[in-house]
């Protein structure tokens, strides 16, 4: 029988964010800002849930609340890499490597607790996503081979968190615990 939490109440949604500071173009300072929301919507979905919710495994996929989360993290510093040419340290890599997409054809691993998938995320962001789009001077520059711009990526990049973020939930509620959205 699985064990059952009492639902949890999510923090307010947010529609007002000013650009964060320090940024040399004002619309990818904003555009960080929603990332940074959507990744601390992501954190109030799971700081309160144990391995067991993190582990739980959709029904008829390998998805897991830690998967996802670890692949978010992967993603970002993946794609932070190919457009700033930082590259994730040594340990924030070995921290990230299970949420590779060539990583979904083997069972999902045992996630890391809460708290560490927190610290992941929020090191791929102060390591690699803050530093490489501070001084970027222009959001629509072609800065991958297919032509994609930054305003691209961060597009594909805000897209990825939230489209996460619904798996997450429904996970979340597959296990035996709502997450409630509040204004």
Known sequence: EKLRMDNKTGRGRLYALEPLKDFTNREIA???AWLDEYRFRVYDQIDDLPAEALNHQAPGTGLTIGRLVLHMAWAEALWMGRITGLQASGRLSSDIASGALDQFIDTPPMSPPAPDLVRICQAVRDEMTIPGLKGAEDAGKAVWKDGST???????????WVYHSGQIGLIRFEWGSDYTWTM
Do not use: F, K, P, S
């Open 30 to 32: 904003i555009a960080a």
């Open 150 to 160: 930054i305003r691209g990526i961060l597009g594909q990049l805000q897209w990825h």
